[in-house]
């Protein structure tokens, strides 16, 4: 299995990204997917989930900002980020894992199964 993310740089507060998430070796569509996040001295979030049944959830801090999808052609996994805070500025992974209860930001955060290496999100005011 691999999880490769890519799409993230150094942006200006106020604008937006779209992250990817590559996968080989498992299907998106059929496992629980996700994105969580680390900041140099913060602890690790769980910002986005969504589960095989499409199901979507987002941590607080993000809701209304991000939003997650998935390409099953392309089995790759997205986060769509809108108005770029200084607070996002992490290091996001994506994550996958198969019989994970609930499909949550919770859960995400653990890093479920599987996870990536990770894409620098950088964002200045």
């Known amino acids: 299995v691999q999880l490769v993310e890519s799409g993230g740089g150094s942006v200006q507060a106020g604008g937006s990204l779209r992250l990817s998430c590559a996968a080989s070796?498992?299907?998106?569509?059929?496992?629980?997917m996700g994105w969580f996040r680390q900041a140099p001295g913060k602890e690790r979030e769980g910002v986005a989930s969504?589960?095989?049944?499409?199901?979507?959830s987002y941590a607080d801090s993000v809701k209304g900002r991000f939003t997650i999808s998935r390409d099953n052609a392309e089995n790759t996994l997205y986060l769509h980020i809108d108005s770029l805070e200084s607070e996002d500025t992490a290091m996001y992974y994506c994550?996958?894992?198969?019989?994970?209860?609930?499909?949550?930001?919770?859960?995400?955060?653990?890093?479920?199964?599987?996870r990536g290496q990770g894409t620098q999100v950088t964002v200045s005011s």
């Open positions: 070796g498992l299907t998106v569509s059929s496992y629980c």
């Open positions: 994550a996958a894992g198969l019989y994970w209860r609930p499909c949550s930001p919770g859960t995400v955060v653990g890093g479920l199964d599987y």
């Open positions: 969504l589960a095989s049944i499409g199901t979507t």
